[in-house]
T-cell receptor
């Protein structure tokens, strides 16, 4: 079935260090979305990638979509305390379904 | 309203009680998703609607779970004979068009079964 795996489950970094989270799908995706959820909040959309090999940047965040459209990554350069939260990928499938990864919880030590 | 609205925000149910969770999506949004989020976990897919049609309900954990969207707008997730393992935050999300696009989430309903 459609399944999205995300690693690592937790990441604790010192402020200023980089952070990366990875997603893999068992089947080819039509697109991938990334969301951020702050503690006690709900997921908030960050970006969507559609094209094979696509790379998009938002300030210190870099999002990549793999050539085979089965994997994706989110990289944060020089983390700040405001980056704290859980980052989820969500794989979109051709049947319009959307499945979330388990998320990577990022904590940043000042 | 401006966003996805869910009610109630919090619900405490006694084991065996039936509950109904409501989702008001953004007006005009075609797609509507229900997710279950346990503490410290990612949102687990429950079901998906396109307008009033329930296209995928493969994530519903048992036949005690039932969802409907009869007029293609408001949706209700019903859980019969609640069990302790049903305790979670239930998230509703909507998106404006068919096909995968940005999903807007509600604040969720935190269900606690005691």
């Amino acid at each position: 079935g459609q399944q999205v795996m995300q690693i690592p489950q937790y990441q604790h970094v010192q402020e200023g260090e980089d952070f990366t989270t990875y997603c893999n799908s068992s089947t080819t995706l039509s697109n991938i979305q990334w969301y951020k959820q702050r503690p006690g909040g709900h997921p908030v959309f960050l970006i969507q990638l559609v094209k094979s090999g696509e790379v998009k940047k938002q300030k210190r965040l870099t999002f990549q979509f793999g050539e085979a459209k089965k994997n994706s990554s989110l990289h944060i350069t020089a983390t700040q305390t405001t980056d704290v939260g859980t980052y989820f990928c969500a794989g979109g499938y051709n049947n319009n379904d959307m499945r979330f990864g388990a998320g990577t919880r990022l904590t940043v030590k000042p | 309203g401006a966003g996805v609205s869910q009610s109630p925000r919090y619900k405490v149910a006694k084991r065996g009680q039936d509950v109904a969770l409501r989702c008001d999506p953004i007006s005009g949004h075609v797609s509507l998703f229900w997710y279950q989020q346990a503490l410290g976990q990612g949102p687990e897919f429950l079901t998906y609607f396109q307008n009033e049609a329930q296209l995928d309900k493969s994530g519903l954990p048992s036949d005690r779970f039932f969802a409907e969207r009869p007029e293609g707008s408001v949706s209700t997730l019903k859980i019969q004979r609640t069990q302790q393992e049903d305790s979670a935050v239930y998230l509703c999300a909507s998106s404006p068009i068919m096909g995968n696009t940005e999903a807007f989430f509600g604040q969720g309903t935190r269900l606690t079964v005691v």
